[in-house]
């Protein structure tokens, strides 16, 4: 996500993470830290859950975009229930198959994207590039 943060310069964003070195490392000083959480840890998923429709419901952003996992799942689809547009691009180590997040993904996302051309399908998710 921190490689489409100069394309993003001109509007109010804010980044979340489940890793706050990367906001510090990005100099960002007003980021969200979410938990966590994968299907394998429903009480963390609960809890990242709770985070992201809090935080999701508080901002009320006009846009959200995640580039994979659950926490980024949780954010869109509290988006959804705002009414906000919501861009899935499933993350560029997916190279297989789609992650679990991003499958799901297909029922939230306005935009729903893969970085791999070969896991494109005519009916969604579609490719635009690679964020690479």
Same mark, same amino acid.
């Given at each position: 996500?921190?490689?489409?943060?100069?394309?993003?310069?001109? /509007? !109010?964003?804010?980044f979340a993470t489940t890793e706050p070195d990367?906001?510090?490392?990005?100099?960002?000083?007003?980021?969200?830290?979410?938990?966590?959480?994968?299907?394998?840890?429903?009480?963390?998923?609960l809890k990242c859950l709770i985070r992201s429709?809090?935080?999701? =419901?508080?901002?009320?952003?006009?846009?959200?975009?995640?580039?994979? !996992? *659950?926490?980024?799942? =949780?954010?869109?689809? *509290?988006?959804?229930?705002?009414?906000?547009?919501?861009? &899935?691009?499933?993350?560029? !180590?997916?190279?297989?198959?789609?992650?679990?997040?991003?499958?799901?993904?297909? =029922?939230?996302?306005?935009? &729903?994207?893969?970085?791999?051309? @070969?896991? *494109?399908?005519?009916?969604?998710? @579609? /490719? !635009?590039? *690679?964020?690479?």
């Open positions: 996500m921190m490689l489409l943060r100069s394309m993003l310069d001109t /509007h !109010a964003t804010r990367l906001l510090e490392k990005a100099g960002i000083t007003d980021g969200i830290v979410l938990p966590d959480c994968n299907r394998n840890e429903p009480l963390q998923s429709f809090g935080t999701v =419901f508080s901002l009320r952003p006009a846009v959200i975009i995640s580039t994979g !996992a *659950a926490p980024g799942f =949780f954010c869109l689809l *509290a988006g959804r229930l705002i009414g906000a547009r919501t861009v &899935w691009i499933d993350s560029v !180590a997916n190279v297989e198959q789609l992650s679990k997040s991003g499958t799901l993904a297909r =029922f939230v996302a306005t935009e &729903w994207l893969t970085q791999w051309s @070969h896991l *494109a399908k005519p009916n969604g998710p @579609h /490719h !635009a590039g *690679a964020v690479l």
